[in-house]
């Protein structure tokens, strides 16, 4: 049976399950009095890790760059950029230790460039200033263990056991952290605005200092939860159309961001065909 043809069933029950998952946070928020701005700071290091193990995984990738005909631009990188002749030699592998496929030296200028997204997950740290340091507690170090385990135990999943570091190029691998780097940094940019006028047009509408007696009776954090519930829907949307884009051969709709731009996938696409006729 074809897979696809299984999704009504299984595939409205997984998606469920991510948007329960992301949503218990919320939960947390109002029952547990779990603050806002500490799971603001797990978000964020969870992007911030997918970056950096993604970067990692990048120097053993073994294809040379293709940048012709992208629609999708990395952090460093533009249409106008040329490949240096190193692409167009055979790389030279460096072995760190037995247990690992090799590395490669021409993969760590990639990579050196392609951090320069860092600029857009220090954005939203402006707003906030030193005020986020008061958010790095005990709680969220124990969060970031997990993130961290996490993001390891997917990379190593996704790139080493699969052996996919043997069909991607670094630049392909750390296009797949930057794309979810995007994804957030466009949810966070039409959220602000939007739920900020709306929350004082409402408090406008009904009664003037409605927002103080709210926090008052029920705490700061409850009101932050109009900022918190696009955020937490992003990530769960994340979630979900990654886990399609590494599972279906193709994707629809948002999934297809996650997708990437892989040249050779035409060129399978037309050898299938070939063969097929």
């Not at 043809?5 to 946070?25: I, M, Y």
């Not at 193990?53 to 629609?71: G, K, N, W």
């Not at 740290?125 to 005990?138: E, F, K």
């Not at 992003?234 to 159309?241: D, F, P, T």
Request: include cysteine; glycine fraction near 8%; proline fraction near 6%.
């Amino acid at each position: 049976m074809n897979p696809r043809s299984r999704l009504p069933e299984t595939g409205r029950f997984a998606l469920a399950v991510v948007v329960a998952t992301n949503l218990l946070p919320l939960a947390g928020v109002v029952g547990f009095g779990w603050r806002v701005g500490e799971l603001l700071a797990v978000y964020w290091i969870e992007v911030a890790v997918l970056v950096v193990a993604h970067s990692v995984a990048a120097l053993f990738a073994e294809r040379p760059i293709r940048l012709e005909d992208r629609s999708f631009y990395i952090v460093g990188y533009s249409q106008d950029d040329e490949r240096d002749e190193v692409w167009e030699s055979d790389p030279v592998p460096i072995r760190l230790a037995s247990r690992l496929p090799p590395i490669y030296r021409r993969n760590v200028r990639v990579v050196g460039r392609s951090l320069g997204v860092f600029a857009f997950l220090l954005f939203p740290l402006v707003a906030v200033g030193w005020d986020a340091l008061s958010y790095l507690t005990p709680t969220v170090g124990l969060a970031t263990l997990g993130v961290c385990g996490a993001q390891v135990a997917e990379v190593r999943r996704e790139f080493f056991a699969e052996r996919a570091y043997e069909e991607r190029s670094p630049y392909m691998v750390v296009e797949a952290a930057q794309r979810v780097v995007f994804f957030y940094f466009v949810v966070g940019t039409l959220t602000v605005v939007p739920v900020t006028f709306g929350i004082f047009a409402v408090e406008a509408a009904l009664a003037p200092g409605l927002l103080d007696a709210v926090a008052d009776a029920v705490g700061v954090e409850v009101v932050l939860l109009p900022y918190l519930l696009p955020i937490a829907l992003g990530k769960a949307l994340v979630e979900w159309s990654r886990r399609r884009a590494a599972s279906e051969d193709d994707p629809d709709g948002v999934a297809t961001w996650f997708t990437g731009e892989d040249p050779r996938r035409e060129w399978k696409k037309d050898e299938e065909s070939a063969g097929d006729g």
